[in-house]
């Protein structure tokens, strides 16, 4: 974790600025709901056979004298031409010992895809869907509660799903806190406090009203605090880390009282049973795409699959095939036994359901992350790898701060994902009703989305921070070497996504009565927005090495007066801004929506086409972002210990990752469109049967 040395650069009056930002939300808003990677390393990779430490070189000469990093083998060419003592500079070969020197790869090619390209296809779909199956459920689940009549059954299941809502949120609140204000074992605080919290202020009211919302906020944060501070191992106690607490103690004292006491809104519940019947199905799909990605490891990977599955035995042999089999069997009993278990008046049963599906999945999604930081940075001293035991070959350095960015990332996407549902339904329907309960569909899947997606930067710097003291080798492959670009590419995509989102809030709030007087903020907003982004992705140079290479242009530099755009503190202050004015216009919004009537059905059609444009951008960064991850071990399987001797071991050009990555896209973005025409769109083209009054859903009194 980054400590808060690592964060002293940050201004006072910054931090001042977010806490005054976070506290006037907690006051103020009431959400209606309440009133990457890629799998070359889902199987992840770790062990035994290790390569000796003999280094290259050091430095900016390792990138430009090693010739299995040039994007194009002119390159190569026109180096070994002008010297012809490359080949004895080349030591790479030095590395290749052990399992690695004796693994045998035979050239692979189906339908112009060879070994990396085949597995790279099945492993980006693989993960995509995955994210569906695992972010959508907690939408999902949430949504249930808020359709539920307030039955005894339902409201014990509200204190386990307030329990896990508060472990989600104050994951989130504690990491954010822990990078912006420096908070050691700031996730640890937020954690602990604010799902104690929850859990005893959801016990004391499920009896009776007892406590309302702001005594509620208090008794969390008091046995929040408490608890939190007894449990989170630190020598000297901080006065910040007893605020965070406290501010996680009345998030989730909060919350668990307003979610106890909503009123039921059959909206909620047919929501989430229409995103359910699209779960069940992509769940088929994860499962084929998973198989058919271990079936191509098989084949043309089997050496490095056999090493793999040696050093992760109870993983893979007996872990993995439990949670999956489990999860599996939750998932069709949670997607098949809804009507019925609403039928016998057990809803509470159904959410209990859904709770432990959520568990499964996020249990699963950890497990897996294990094996696959390993593949990035495996444990030192790496001479020791064979003799440490499987579980350190799991949690290495960078594995919580992948599971926090996974975890923040899936909830991302599912919002979106519920966005463009919201979005297709819309466009597809052509009665009255059915479109403004779309666009309120569409509205929700964009308040979930945007809401999470503002923390999703501090996710990633924590896993890049972590990735830096590691070996900042591979930091600056990522960021000033051959993955520069790619980054670049990845700032433009976020920027772009950010502003979009605040334009499909810009949009939806001309159809809400009264919301005109934030306009003016707004604009001024969009502005500091444009800015910037701007600043965000430009690069100091653009060429991707860092010293330029034969063919291309030493001069396609910024200008030394325009330098300090590319300066960490310019990106952070930028990313910052970004985030900001993203969380102040969604501040604007929700107020705006619990003041003023919203007229659904009306939006403008730019708003529904944004939605769309959302998610497409958001599973198109998912990949891409896998795809850096993957990339930056550079020739590797394991950096440093299991060398990858396929003829693609360097990094492809950007046009060439850019075509796959858009193909893949593409493809899982038509397998969903049709997955939601049949599994929401099609049954309505059928006559149901009447539903007896006796069953029908009914609203709390």
Not at 97 to 109: L, M, T
Not at 156 to 180: H, M, P, Q, R, Y
Request: aromatic letters at 14%; hydrophobic letters at 50%; proline letters at 4%.
């Amino acid at each position: 974790m980054p400590s808060s040395h690592h964060l002293q650069h940050k201004s006072s009056y910054l931090k001042i600025l977010f806490a005054f930002l976070f506290i006037f939300s907690l006051v103020h808003l009431a959400p209606e709901p309440f009133s990457s990677s890629s799998t070359f390393s889902t199987l992840g990779e770790p062990s035994t056979a290790y390569a000796q430490e003999e280094e290259v070189e050091d430095g900016l000469e390792e990138f430009a004298e090693d010739d299995e990093f040039a994007d194009e083998d002119e390159f190569a060419d026109e180096e070994e031409e002008g010297d012809g003592e490359e080949e004895e500079d080349d030591k790479a070969y030095l590395t290749d010992i052990g399992i690695a020197k004796d693994q045998v790869i035979e050239p692979f090619s189906f339908l112009g895809f060879s070994n990396r390209k085949i597995i790279w296809v099945a492993a980006q779909l693989h993960i995509l869907f995955a994210s569906f199956i695992l972010g959508c459920p907690m939408f999902v689940v949430i949504m249930e509660v808020m359709g539920a009549r307030r039955t005894q059954g339902v409201r014990k299941a509200i204190i386990l799903s307030n329990v896990f809502l508060g472990i989600l949120i104050g994951v989130v609140i504690g990491i954010t806190g822990e990078i912006i204000i420096g908070i050691h074992h700031g996730v640890l605080y937020g954690l602990w406090a604010c799902s104690f919290a929850a859990l005893i202020v959801s016990f004391l009211n499920y009896f009776h009203r007892l406590l309302n919302v702001k005594v509620s906020a208090a008794v969390g944060a008091v046995f929040g605090t408490i608890i939190s501070i007894s449990l989170t191992p630190v020598e000297h106690i901080e006065t910040s880390g007893i605020v965070l607490a406290l501010l996680n103690g009345a998030v989730g004292g909060m919350i668990s009282n307003m979610i106890m006491f909503a009123k039921s809104d059959f909206k909620f519940e047919r929501l989430a049973h229409e995103i359910t019947k699209v779960i069940g199905m992509c769940y088929s799909f994860t499962a084929l795409t998973g198989g058919l990605f271990l079936l191509i490891m098989i084949v043309v990977y089997s050496d490095f699959i056999s090493y793999l599955l040696g050093n992760f035995p109870v993983l893979f042999m007996i872990v993995y095939p439990t949670l999956f089999i489990l999860e599996t069997i939750v998932m069709y009993i949670y997607v098949y036994s809804w009507d019925p278990l609403n039928q016998q008046n057990k809803k509470g049963r159904h959410i209990v359901c859904g709770i432990i599906l959520n568990v499964l999945g996020l249990t699963l999604l950890a497990a897996l992350d294990g094996p696959a930081t390993f593949m990035q940075t495996p444990p030192k001293p790496l001479a020791e790898l064979g003799n440490i035991s499987e579980w350190s070959k799991i949690a290495t350095s960078t594995w919580m701060p992948l599971n926090y960015h996974r975890l923040v990332g899936n909830g991302t996407f599912g919002g979106y994902m519920v966005g463009i549902i919201g979005a297709y339904m819309y466009l597809w329907s052509t009665k009255k009703e059915e479109k403004e309960y779309y666009d309120w569909v569409g509205y929700m899947g964009n308040i979930i989305g945007v809401g999470i997606m503002i923390p999703l930067p501090a996710m990633g710097y924590i896993f890049v921070s972590e990735i830096y003291q590691y070996d900042a080798t591979i930091g600056m492959y990522i960021m000033s070497d051959r993955e520069s670009m790619f980054m670049l590419v990845q700032g433009l995509l976020v920027g772009t996504m950010f502003s979009a989102s605040n334009i499909y809030m810009w949009v939806s709030m001309k159809r809400i009565e009264n919301a005109q007087r934030f306009f003016p903020a707004m604009k001024f907003g969009f502005i500091l927005i444009v800015i910037s982004v701007a600043i965000w992705f430009t690069p100091r140079r653009f060429f991707a090495t860092m010293m330029p290479e034969p063919g291309m242009n030493p001069d396609m530099v910024l200008p030394d007066n325009l330098a300090f755009m590319a300066l960490m503190i310019s990106k952070n202050t930028a990313a910052f801004a970004l985030v900001t004015v993203t969380f102040i216009n969604y501040i604007f919004y929700t107020i705006a929506t619990k003041t003023g009537k919203v007229h659904y059905g009306k939006i403008n059609p730019l708003g529904v086409y944004v939605l769309i444009f959302l998610g497409f951008a958001d599973i198109w960064l998912m990949s891409w972002m896998g795809t850096i991850r993957e990339l930056s071990r550079m020739n590797w399987h394991v950096y440093k210990v299991f060398k990858d001797i396929t003829p693609e071991k360097f990094a492809p050009t950007l046009a060439e990752s850019g075509f796959h990555v858009t193909a893949i896209v593409w493809t899982f973005f038509i397998i969903m469109t049709a997955t939601i025409w049949i599994a929401i769109k099609y049954p309505k083209t059928t006559k149901k049967p009447a539903i007896p009054a006796s069953t029908a859903p009914q609203m709390a009194e």
